[in-house]
């Protein structure tokens, strides 16, 4: 089955620093690849979405690659702010139709003053 | 917009009972889902449904039955609730068309004793 992992750790950076998370999947070819950022007690909230015929997406300070050789992911922050602190998922499209996502369990980023 | 919303936000049952989510988006979107978040996990799949009057089961759905009683609401229901199933509820819906992004509820915390 198909599986994600993204770095259980927590990643801590300097405010205006750039933040690089890390996505990885195996046992699947997703056509298309999301990132969310979820805040404690909070739902996610979608960020960015990079097609598998898609190398690079930017939105302001964010940035995601895909590569598909590779089966990874990369999403970068850059100068980060203490108010990007978050938990930020990674969601690739499931298998059987319905649109369904089949989502990391999330690295939780804190930037620091 | 209200977007989603779900009630209620806090839930405690004891081992047996019955309880049922409810779930409420105005966005006119087709789809809508039942996630639970457990430590550890990540965002599981627990029901979705492609349009008014399809359900299907996702990753999880043991334990569970979901009613899609309109467009806009999606409700989730624990028969006899147990302790395994302990954990936050989210539910989230999707615009028609294409491929695009899911839209998070503010999740609902249940406690099973």
């Known amino acids: 089955s198909q599986k994600i992992e993204q770095n259980s750790e927590a990643l801590n950076i300097q405010e205006g620093k750039t933040a690089t998370l890390t996505c990885n999947y195996t046992n699947y070819s997703p056509a298309y690849l999301q990132w969310y950022r979820q805040d404690p007690g909070r739902g996610p909230v979608f960020l960015l979405l990079i097609r598998e015929n898609e190398k690079e997406k930017r939105k302001e300070r964010l940035k995601v690659t895909f590569d598909t050789t590779l089966k990874q992911s990369l999403f970068h922050i850059t100068a980060s702010q203490p108010a990007d602190s978050a938990t930020y998922l990674c969601?690739?499209?499931?298998?059987?139709?319905?649109?369904?996502?089949?989502f990391g369990t999330g690295t939780q980023l804190k930037v620091e003053l | 917009n209200a977007g989603v919303t779900q009630t209620p936000k806090f839930q405690v049952l004891k081992t047996g009972q019955s309880m049922t989510l409810q779930c409420a988006q105005d966005?006119?979107?087709?789809?809508m889902y039942w996630y639970r978040q457990d430590p550890g996990m990540g965002l599981r799949l627990i029901y979705y449904s492609a349009s008014e009057g399809t359900t299907d089961k996702g990753e999880v759905p043991n334990g569970y039955n979901v009613s899609r009683l309109n467009k806009r609401e999606f409700s989730l229901r624990l028969e006899s609730a147990a302790p395994s199933q302990t954990s936050v509820y989210f539910c989230a819906s999707r615009p028609p068309g294409g491929v695009t992004e899911q839209f998070f509820g503010p999740g609902t915390r249940l406690t099973v004793l």
């Open positions: 966005m006119n979107h087709n789809s």
């Open positions: 969601a690739l499209d499931g298998t059987g139709g319905g649109n369904k996502l089949t």
